[in-house]
């Protein structure tokens, strides 16, 4: 996983504006599609945005199974096994 591309997902989020984060947030919700051709995909930038998401909201985003899946295993590569269980 890319340290770069998850600090570049967390910052993208934790100071989108309000059309930046809607983007974020229906991403989550489809992803592997893409809500927007223009944007990425990529696995390490959307966990650092849902890690960003996370730290403000304190839970999950909506997210769907593949992202969901993703997550829970990027949280136990990164030391954070319980993580996205805690947020559900």
Excluded: C
Aim: negative net charge.
């Amino acid at each position: 996983m890319s340290s770069e591309n998850q600090r570049d997902g967390w910052h993208h989020y934790a100071t989108g504006d309000k059309e930046t984060r809607a983007w974020f947030e229906r991403q989550w919700a489809i992803w592997p599609q893409r809500a927007d051709q223009r944007y990425t995909t990529n696995t390490s930038f959307h966990y650092g945005a849902v890690q960003a998401f996370r730290a403000e909201h304190g839970r999950d985003p909506v997210m769907s199974t593949g992202l969901r899946s993703w997550v829970a295993y990027l949280d136990r590569d990164d030391g954070q096994e319980t993580q996205s269980q805690n947020f559900n």
